[in-house]
């Protein structure tokens, strides 16, 4: 195995483990997790701050939501396809917070360097992050593309729009993923 792909395998194996124990995890339970001794562990990484980081950035990294939006189908109704792309980007959502909240609430507060805000570990940070994820909307759009009132590019933006702003209000009476989309297809008035 290239050490390259021993780190990724180890970073894998420990995300579960920083989710459920943040940073009190101990060098045992990440090789047992990995299923390698302590030594390996810290010839890939120099320390576990160095694997912590690296787990923050394979968190963080939109890839996996990507390719969950990328295989859906796109011969299924429009209200399906964006319910499956709303919980990718909710699941997405949530393994990254869960991350950061454990990570956070076991002492491991990493501040960033100044001129470094809104900079993080995929393609230069945030913006091409949420660049990637709304060009892969705008393609679960385009089979409706005739049927549409605005251009795809735009209802992707404003779908994310209400989706991740529905997000930072939790609430007992939230809407479904479900009840999102119907909204965002249907509106707030009933057909008359």
Same mark, same amino acid.
């Given at each position: 195995?290239?050490?390259?792909?021993?780190?990724?395998?180890?970073?894998?194996?420990?995300?579960?483990?920083?989710?459920?124990?943040?940073?009190?995890?101990?060098?045992?339970?990440?090789?047992?997790?990995?299923?390698?001794?302590?030594?390996?562990?810290?010839?890939?990484?120099?320390?576990?701050?160095?694997?912590?980081?690296?787990?923050?950035?394979?968190?963080?990294?939109?890839?996996?939501?990507?390719?969950?939006?990328?295989?859906?189908?796109?011969?299924?109704?429009?209200?399906?396809?964006?319910? *499956?792309?709303?919980?990718? !980007?909710?699941?997405? /959502?949530?393994?990254? @917070?869960?991350? +950061?909240?454990?990570?956070? $609430?076991?002492?491991?507060?990493?501040?960033?360097?100044?001129?470094?805000?809104?900079?993080?570990?995929?393609?230069?940070?945030?913006?091409?992050?949420?660049?990637?994820?709304?060009?892969?909307?705008?393609?679960?759009?385009?089979?409706?593309?005739?049927?549409?009132?605005?251009?795809? *590019?735009?209802?992707?933006? !404003?779908?994310?729009? /209400?989706?991740?702003? @529905?997000?930072? +209000?939790?609430?007992?009476? $939230?809407?479904?993923?479900?009840?999102?989309?119907?909204?965002?297809?249907?509106?707030?008035?009933?057909?008359?």
């Amino acid at each position: 195995m290239s050490a390259e792909d021993r780190r990724a395998m180890i970073v894998h194996a420990v995300l579960p483990l920083l989710i459920e124990h943040g940073a009190t995890v101990t060098s045992s339970q990440i090789a047992r997790a990995a299923g390698i001794g302590e030594g390996t562990v810290f010839r890939a990484f120099k320390d576990k701050d160095e694997l912590f980081d690296a787990c923050t950035a394979e968190a963080l990294k939109p890839d996996h939501v990507l390719d969950a939006i990328a295989e859906i189908p796109l011969d299924q109704p429009l209200e399906d396809r964006l319910v *499956e792309a709303a919980e990718a !980007l909710g699941a997405h /959502l949530e393994r990254m @917070g869960a991350l +950061m909240s454990a990570l956070h $609430a076991s002492g491991r507060n990493r501040h960033r360097e100044p001129g470094q805000r809104g900079k993080g570990p995929w393609k230069g940070g945030r913006r091409e992050s949420m660049a990637a994820i709304r060009e892969a909307m705008v393609e679960l759009f385009t089979p409706e593309q005739d049927q549409l009132r605005l251009p795809a *590019e735009q209802l992707a933006t !404003l779908f994310l729009t /209400l989706l991740f702003g @529905g997000r930072r +209000m939790p609430s007992d009476d $939230a809407p479904t993923t479900r009840q999102v989309v119907d909204f965002f297809l249907h509106g707030a008035v009933e057909a008359g």
